[in-house]
């Protein structure tokens, strides 16, 4: 048995997204400081371990000025920002990443995007050279070092930042994506891997194959997988709430839109195999939402779902983040009768 830590993640709403029914606006769960705040204390107290601040371009509250104004509030709980490759000055990014990883005690995590800019559309290969070299530059001067820098986005000349992280050399950089310029891009530059829940075979086949491709830069990663549990006292129940869910998702949402990048696809293509895999995972919400991020879900027991938690697990995968549709009644029920369940069998 693997004695590797177990981190269990919840995810803050910074992106007006934090809706029971996917896609559909409710006033209620609108992004604020305050309500995500109320997300971030609900979340330590819960006993989880980090917390998503997801980016986004138009929608939302700013993530690191969010972060900043959390990160006296929390004693024990990481942060795992979301960076948007573009969007910022690499070298005054490194200093606020810095920063915020010294106002953390060394708690800070970062979640590397490739992604578009407004008004920009760029081909995957353009956006991800720019995105290898915002993550050469931010690790060459996270980690001390000088930098001359002369890329296809980014010219730099004698940059240098006297503002050094909490942890040494830098902290760690998640990133995630299922075509092979994300595989290889990852492979050569991050510390974790992110990825959505899929089948156990397949898990493992994506586990060893990324292994391999870090393996030939001479590196290794660890692997982070996003679920959505949902949870009754029986199994009966959990399947009816999934059901339940369901039914209105499709009723207020319409038609399913078509896949948008390579994980939608994988995550459509188990869709339309089973609804069901490995007795647990049900892909009926992908299937009903074009599968645009975290639909993956587990149903259960509390002990049914960590112990399909825990298979993962066991195959390498020692970073969850987890994600609910009632909130903030799911981050506590989560956090009191799953994460107990998952940290003693990990």
Known sequence: MTTAPCEVSWFSALCDDDYEFLGVPDLNLQSTFAHCRDIALTAEGGGFDNLLLPSGYGLGIDTIAFAAGIAPMLRRMRLLAAIRCGEMWPPQLARQLATLDQMLGGRLTVNIISSDMPGETLASGP??????????????????????????????????????????????????????????????????????????????SRIDDFRRRAAAFGRRAGFNMSLRPIMAATEGAAWDKAHSLLADIERKTGEAPKPGNHSSERLLGYAARADVHDERLWMGIARATGAPGNTSCLVGTPDQIAAAVLRYYQLGIHSFLLRGFENPQDTVAIGRDLIPLIKAGA
């Open 127 to 204: 956006r991800y050279a720019r995105t290898r070299e915002v993550m050469h530059i931010l690790a060459t001067l996270l980690n001390g070092a000088g930098l001359d820098h002369q890329g296809e986005f980014y010219r730099i000349e004698g940059a240098y930042s006297d503002i050094k992280p909490f942890q040494q050399p830098y902290p760690r950089l998640f990133f995630g994506g299922s075509s092979d310029g994300a595989l290889e891009m990852g492979a050569a530059h991050c510390d974790v891997f992110a990825i959505f829940g899929e089948p156990l075979a397949e898990t493992r």
